[in-house]
C-alpha cells in the first residue's frame, strides 16, 4: 500500500545522543515536511522539502537539521538530544506545495 | 504567539444532530485553509479545503466556512456519526508556503 514509512515508531533516548528519524514515501510526491505535535500546540514545522535536493526552515527548526538526497527519503536528525524535544514527530508529503499534506503514523520520542 | 488557533479543545455532539467546530487566525495574508481528522496513534488525514477566493466549500456531509473579515473558519458535520470522533485540526498558508496549525479540537459524537 503506498503511503509514508516512518522508523522508529517510538523511542527513549538519553539526552545529548544523537539520533535519526526515518521518512520514506512511495508516492513520488515532490514535497516533504516533518513537524512535531505538543500537547496544546497542535503541529508545529520544523523542516521542509518542496524537491529533493533543496531544504527550508519551518517555525521550529533549532536543534533540528534535515537532508533530501532523493524524492523518497527524508530524515530528521536531531545532533544533540535535549527534554524538551520529547515530542511526537510526523513526517509528510504532498504531489506539490500547494496540494494537502499525507502524514505518517508518528514517531513517539522520548528524551530523558 | 499562535496565528491559527482552536478555542474549543473538545465538543461532545449527539449522533444525527450537527457539529461545528470553529477556528480563527490571526494573519490576514493567509489565503488557503484546510481541515485534517486524526485518529489516535495516526497521522492527520486530509479532510476539506478552501482558498481565500470562496466563502463555502462543501463535500458530502462535510462543509467549510470562511469568514474572511472575521478570520474566521468553521467545518461543519451534517449528520454527526460515530465514526467521526477524533481531534480535528484546522490549518492555513500564505500561498501554500509554510502552513500554520491550531491546537485541535476533541469531537466526541454519542450514539
Not at chain 1, 9 to 21: D, E, N, P, V
Not at chain 1, 23 to 36: F, G, I, K, P, S
Request: glycine letters at 8%.
Amino acid at each position: 500500500i503506498a503511503g509514508i514509512t516512518q522508523a522508529p515508531t517510538s523511542q527513549i533516548l538519553a539526552a545529548g545522543r544523537r539520533m535519526t528519524l526515518r521518512c520514506t514515501q512511495d508516492m513520488r510526491h515532490n514535497a516533504m515536511y516533518w513537524y512535531r505535535q505538543d500537547l496544546g500546540l497542535g503541529l508545529r514545522l520544523i523542516h521542509y522539502s518542496n524537491t529533493a535536493g533543496t531544504t527550508g526552515k519551518g517555525e521550529v527548526p533549532d536543534g533540528y537539521s534535515v537532508s533530501r538526497a532523493n524524492t523518497d527519503d527524508f530524515p530528521l536528525t536531531l545532533a544533540s538530544a535535549v527534554p524538551s524535544q520529547t515530542s511526537v514527530y510526523f513526517c509528510a508529503s504532498s504531489v506539490a506545495r500547494n496540494q494537502p499534506q499525507h502524514f505518517g503514523d508518528g514517531t513517539r520520542l522520548s528524551i530523558l | 504567539d499562535q496565528q491559527v488557533k482552536q478555542n474549543s479543545p473538545s465538543l461532545s455532539v449527539q449522533e444525527g444532530r450537527i457539529s461545528i467546530l470553529n477556528c480563527d487566525y490571526t494573519n490576514s495574508m493567509f489565503d488557503y485553509f484546510l481541515w485534517y481528522k486524526k485518529y489516535p496513534a495516526e497521522g492527520p488525514t486530509f479532510l476539506i479545503s478552501i482558498s481565500s477566493i470562496k466563502d463555502k466549500n462543501e463535500d458530502g456531509r462535510f462543509t467549510v466556512f470562511l469568514n474572511k473579515s472575521a478570520k474566521h473558519l468553521s467545518l461543519h458535520i451534517v449528520p454527526s456519526q460515530p465514526g467521526d470522533s477524533a481531534v480535528y485540526f484546522c490549518a492555513a498558508s500564505v500561498t501554500f508556503n509554510k502552513f500554520y496549525f491550531g491546537s485541535g479540537t476533541k469531537l466526541n459524537v454519542k450514539p
